[in-house]
T-cell receptor
Framework: KQEVTQIPAALSVPEGENLVLNCSFT??????LQWFRQDPGKGLTSLLL?????REQTSGRLNASLDKSSGRSTLYIAASQPGDSATYLC?????????????FGTGTRLLVSP | NAGVTQTPKFQVLKTGQSMTLQCAQD?????MSWYRQDPGMGLRLIHY???????DQGEVPNGYNVSRSTTEDFPLRLLSAAPSQTSVYFC???????????????FGDGTRLSIL
């Protein structure tokens, strides 16, 4: 059974710092891996989606990498801002379950202080 | 352009009561699903549907019923609410081909349900 783990569970940094969030998964048979942002009281917003054949994806100050063989992904946030404060979720789409049956990690709660 | 709309946003129930969580999407997506989010756990799939008239169970289906009579709507029913069903519920939708084109799902803002 696929399991997704995110470390750390919470992170507090001062504004301007570069930071890395970690995600690991137990089964490398995946279609893709996604990073989501969740604001309090809100739904999930997809930030980056990495296909199983890709190594990384970039969007603005965000860069996500994927090492499928080792079951790891990282989300790099450059020059963090208070507006980046949110919970970041990692999710994989397993190959053996079909459709978009996402398996989520428990998330990393990020606080960026001014 | 409403996307995925969930109602209500908040609800408090007593044990044994029944209710329906509503989910509607206006993007003509074939695939719709329900997840629950609990503290210390990732979102877990409850039920999903690949089109009108077709539903199937996810990881944690017990205590929940679903139906899909139209493409737009995918309601989640709690027939006899239990305190263990206190959670935040999210609905999501996508085209069936999105998994091949690697497009992300669209999520609603969630329903926060407390059962006393």
């Amino acid at each position: 059974k696929q399991e997704v783990t995110q470390i750390p569970a919470a992170l507090s940094v001062p504004e301007g710092e570069n930071l890395v969030l970690n995600c690991s998964f137990t089964d490398s048979a995946i279609y893709n891996l996604q990073w989501f942002r969740q604001d309090p009281g809100k739904g999930l917003t997809s930030l980056l989606l990495i296909q199983s054949s890709q190594r990384e994806q970039t969007s603005g100050r965000l860069n996500a990498s994927l090492d499928k063989s080792s079951g790891r992904s990282t989300l790099y946030i450059a020059a963090s801002q208070p507006g980046d404060s949110a919970t970041y979720l990692c999710a994989v789409t397993p190959m053996n379950t079909g459709f978009q049956k996402l398996v989520f990690g428990t998330g990393t709660r990020l606080l960026v202080s001014p | 352009n409403a996307g995925v709309t969930q109602t209500p946003k908040f609800q408090v129930l007593k044990t044994g009561q029944s209710m329906t969580l509503q989910c509607a999407q206006d993007m003509n997506h074939e695939y719709m699903s329900w997840y629950r989010q609990d503290p210390g756990m990732g979102l877990r799939l409850i039920h999903y549907s690949v089109g009108a008239g077709i539903t199937d169970q996810g990881e944690v289906p017990n205590g929940y019923n679903v139906s899909r009579s139209t493409t737009e709507d995918f309601p989640l029913r709690l027939l006899s609410a239990a305190p263990s069903q206190t959670s935040v519920y999210f609905c999501a939708s996508s085209y069936l081909t999105d998994i091949l084109s690697n497009q992300p799902q669209h999520f609603g803002d969630g329903t926060r349900l407390s059962i006393l």
